[in-house]
T-cell receptor, first 115, second 111 residues
Framework: DTGVSQNPRHKITKRGQNVTFRCDPI?????LYWYRQTLGQGPEFLTY????????KSRLLSDRFSAERPKGSFSTLEIQRTEQGDSAMYLC?????????????FGPGTRLTVT | AQSVTQLDSQVPVFEEAPVELRCNYS??????LFWYVQYPNQGLQLLLK??????LVKGINGFEAEFNKSQTSFHLRKPSVHISDTAEYFC?????????FGRGTSLIVHP
């Protein structure tokens, strides 16, 4: 299967701990997106990369959130000093920005529970 | 700025009946519209998209949607639903590289 993969699928952590999630996009895709999804809501955009460049990060929820894509392949999303309000599903998506398709392919998500 | 309103949070329907899930949008730039489906514990999967051209768009699993510029709508339809169509459906608008998603409509198909 060459779809988008995310690890871990589930993460339970205690308040105040740091967590890191990984996303592996479809290999030929140059764009990678991170979203947060809470219960009963649609995906909320957080940040995106084109290759290794982070082109939009103003919508990261606070300075506790950061993302990297060091070699333009996989990406990591880190949340420092987690809070209970960070509990949510974190989705990753990738796309190929040529041909004007604008279609995003989503991974299965990482469900974070902060206790 | 862009926004999406999905008018129904939940749509119950009986199997083999037709269904319409409503979506209205606003966008100040070129409009690209999408419908995604999300099954429990899975990521989103694209059903169909409108970028330009014919206003009637056909997608996977027998779904179709019609782009109506004057009414700023992009409603999703299926003439006969199956139990397996039970899922969450999201409408999204993207005039740039950052799409905006609606809150979702839960389609519940009863036998």
């Amino acid at each position: 299967d060459t779809g988008v993969s995310q690890n871990p699928r589930h993460k339970i952590t205690k308040r105040g701990q740091n967590v890191t999630f990984r996303c592996d996009p479809i290999s030929e895709h140059n764009r990678l997106y991170w979203y947060r999804q809470t219960l009963g809501q649609g995906p909320e955009f957080l940040t995106y990369f084109q290759n290794e460049a982070q082109l939009e990060k103003s919508r990261l929820l606070s300075d506790r959130f950061s993302a990297e894509r060091p070699k333009g392949s996989f990406s990591t999303l880190e949340i420092q000093r987690t809070e209970q309000g960070d509990s949510a599903m974190y989705l990753c998506a990738s796309s190929w920005d040529r041909g004007g398709s604008y279609e995003q392919y989503f991974g299965p998500g990482t469900r974070l529970t902060v206790t | 700025a862009q926004s999406v309103t999905q008018l129904d949070s939940q749509v119950p329907v009986f199997e083999e009946a037709p269904v319409e899930l409503r979506c209205n949008y606003s966008s100040s730039v070129s409009v690209y519209l999408f419908w995604y489906v999300q099954y429990p514990n899975q990521g989103l999967q694209l059903l169909l998209k409108y970028l330009s051209g014919s206003t009637l768009v056909k997608g996977i699993n027998g779904f179709e949607a019609e782009f109506n510029k004057s009414q700023t709508s992009f409603h999703l339809r299926k003439p006969s639903v199956h139990i397996s169509d039970t899922a969450e459906y999201f409408c999204a608008v993207g005039g740039s590289y950052i799409p905006t998603f609606g809150r979702g409509t839960s389609l519940i198909v009863h036998p």
